[in-house]
C-alpha cells in the first residue's frame, strides 16, 4: 500500500527508539537508568486531581466548546494579565489538546506549500515534522554553543527569504535549557516586524528557571511584537499535568478563530475533566513550581558537576526547563566510536544508562540528559557514563 507523501518525510524519532531499548532491556530484566524524561516526576497536585473528580461527579463530561471552556480561557487570560501584563480576549485563546497540538494548529493554518519557518537548532524534535506535515519547509539555523544556543538576530536575517512565514523562539529552551534575555528579544522582534515575520514563541518551562533570571515574553516588549507574536503554552510542565494534555495559544483573532475552525474537525475539543483540572490549576492559590524548582535545582547542580568531571565530556550550565545539553564529541572520538549515535547506544548497550542523542534535536555532537529523577538514579547515571569512558578509552 502506498501511504501519502506527507508521512514518508517524517523523520524517525531518535528519542523513540532509545525509549523502545531500553524498555527491551528492563523488559528482560536488566537495571537500567533512563534520562530522557521529558516530563516532571511529581504527580499532579492533588487539589488538581480532586477537580477532575468532582467534574465527573457533576457530570461534566460532555463536548465542551472546540476552544476550550469559557471558566479556563478567562483563568487563562487573568493569568497574562497578572503575570505578564499582556492583555488578550475570550477570541484570542485557544485551548488544545496539550501544548504540542496548539503548535500542530498554528501550522497547519498559517502554512501553505513551500512557506518556511526558521528553526534555530537545538530544536524540539516535533517542530520540524509539524512545519513538514503542513506542506512548509524547516529552515534549520544552528546556534553556536558560545551563544548560549540562542539564535542572533545576523543568522535570522541571514536565514529569511521571500518565502519566510515564522521563526520559532523557545525560551526556556527544550533541550538546552537556555533562555533569552530581553535585549535579544527585543533584537530578534525588530527584524521579524520589519520582515513581517509571525513569532512562535513556545513558553511551556516558563516556570522552570532556576537562576534570578525573569521570564520575559517577546508579546510582552511592544504592541507590535504583541500582534505579530502567537505564545504557545500550557499546563504540562508547570503543574506536572504531562497526561492531561492541556495546552493553549494566545495571538491575534485572526489566527486563533481559523486555527478553532482546524481543531473542531481533528480534535472536536480538549478533554472536558482535563480543562477543568486545568482550571484548578489556575484557579489555586497553591503553586507547586515552588518545590518543583527547589528540587530541580538541586538535581541540576548535581548532576551538572558530575557531568563536567567525565572526561570528553563539555556543558554549559542552563538556566532552566530540566535537561543538561553536554557536548560528548570528544568522549565518542576518545572511545573509538564513528559519532555520538553510536556512543549513546553502546552506553546504553554497555551500561545500561538511556540517554539522548543530539541528533534528534539537529546538534548530533551532543547529549540530551534529564534530571527529572531522583538524586541517587542521577549519581549511579553519572557513575556509570564515567566508568564507560574510561573503560572505552583509547
Not at 507523501?5 to 527491551?24: C, D, F, M, Q, Y
Request: with cysteine; glycine share 6%; proline share 5%.
Amino acid at each position: 500500500m502506498d501511504l501519502a507523501n506527507r508521512v514518508k518525510t517524517l523523520t524517525p524519532s531518535t528519542t523513540l527508539a532509545i525509549t523502545a531499548k531500553a524498555k527491551e532491556l528492563k523488559e528482560q530484566g536488566h537495571d537500567v537508568i533512563g534520562l530522557g524524561a521529558g516530563e516532571p516526576d511529581f504527580n499532579t497536585p492533588s487539589y488538581i486531581i480532586d477537580a477532575a473528580k468532582k467534574a465527573m461527579d457533576n457530570g461534566l463530561t460532555k463536548y465542551t466548546p472546540s476552544g476550550g471552556i469559557p471558566e479556563l480561557k478567562n483563568a487563562i487570560i487573568e493569568k497574562f494579565e497578572t503575570e505578564q501584563n499582556l492583555n488578550y480576549s475570550s477570541d484570542e485563546v485557544i485551548v488544545t489538546t496539550g501544548a504540542k497540538h496548539a503548535l500542530y494548529t498554528l501550522f497547519q493554518v498559517i502554512l501553505n506549500e513551500g512557506d518556511e519557518v526558521i528553526v534555530p537548532a537545538p530544536y524540539w524534535v516535533s517542530y520540524p515534522e509539524q512545519i513538514k506535515l503542513a506542506g512548509g519547509k524547516p529552515v534549520i539555523v544552528e546556534a553556536q554553543e558560545q551563544n548560549e544556543f540562542k539564535l542572533t538576530p545576523q543568522q535570522l536575517e541571514g536565514a529569511i527569504t521571500d518565502r519566510t512565514k515564522a521563526v520559532i523562539i523557545n525560551s526556556p529552551s527544550n533541550p538546552t535549557g537556555m533562555m533569552y534575555s530581553e535585549d535579544e528579544l527585543r533584537d530578534l522582534g525588530e527584524i521579524c516586524l520589519k520582515h513581517d515575520i509571525i513569532i512562535v514563541s513556545d513558553e511551556i518551562y516558563e516556570k522552570l528557571i532556576y537562576t534570578h533570571d525573569v521570564h520575559k515574553s517577546i508579546a510582552q516588549l511592544s504592541p507590535k511584537l504583541k500582534e505579530q507574536t502567537i505564545i504557545i503554552n500550557g499546563v504540562s510542565k508547570s503543574h506536572a499535568m504531562t497526561g492531561w494534555r492541556i495546552g493553549y495559544a494566545l495571538g491575534r483573532k485572526e489566527i486563533i478563530k481559523p486555527m478553532t475552525n482546524f481543531a473542531s474537525h481533528s480534535t472536536s475539543n480538549p478533554t472536558s475533566i482535563a480543562q477543568y483540572a486545568a482550571l484548578a490549576a489556575y484557579q489555586a492559590d497553591e503553586d507547586p513550581t515552588i518545590e518543583m524548582k527547589k528540587v530541580f535545582s538541586e538535581r541540576l547542580d548535581l548532576l551538572y558537576n558530575l557531568i563536567k568531571d567525565i572526561p570528553g565530556i563539555e556543558c554549559i550550565k542552563p538556566k532552566g526547563a530540566f535537561y543538561l545539553f553536554p557536548n560528548a564529541k570528544k568522549a565518542a572520538e576518545m572511545n573509538g566510536f564513528n559519532n555520538v549515535d553510536e556512543w549513546v547506544q553502546a552506553l546504553l548497550e554497555e551500561e545500561k544508562v538511556a540517554i539522548i542523542p543530539g541528533s534528534g534535536f539537529g546538534s548530533p555532537d551532543y547529549i540530551r540528559l534529564s534530571y527529572a529523577t531522583s538524586n541517587e538514579l542521577l549519581e549511579e547515571a553519572a557513575k556509570r557514563m564515567k566508568r564507560f569512558v574510561l573503560n572505552h578509552k583509547k
